[in-house]
């Protein structure tokens, strides 16, 4: 039943308004979560990967860690963070000990894809 003052003409236009409103609310707030997430990026080509971190140019046992675990598990710079603080005492002194065998034998003289490709292969301890 119709209130008075309303006309069923005006009655259907201001519940589609309403209903506009809604459906532009609710496409605003899905367009913002897309952007959050990435979900609204373009798509990387197939085979390509995107860097989200990279390891530093010095020389060290937790740079050589760092090639390692990025290059044979891959993940956030956090999720390394993690790892390498869980690794114990004598593993960390075998990524030195390897660091500077190669950096004396002259492997590693600088930090070029093709020089890092040479030991980021190499075990993880």
Known sequence: MLDKG???????NDSVNREHED?????????????????????????VMK???????NKSARTLC???YQKQIG?????FNSYYDTLSTDQKAKYKDEATKLVSSGV?????????AKFSDGEMY
Request: aromatic share 4%.
């Open 108 to 116: 590693w003289s600088n930090g070029t894809a093709d020089v890092i």
């Open 66 to 68: 760092m090639h390692r």
């Open 51 to 57: 860097k989200t971190w990279r390891p530093p140019s």
């Open 6 to 12: 309303v006309t069923p003409a005006s009655g259907s």
């Open 75 to 79: 993940g956030s710079l956090e999720e």
């Open 23 to 47: 459906n532009t609310e609710a496409s605003a707030i899905t367009a913002q979560a897309s952007m959050q997430t990435g979900l609204g990026q373009a798509p990387q080509p197939k085979g």
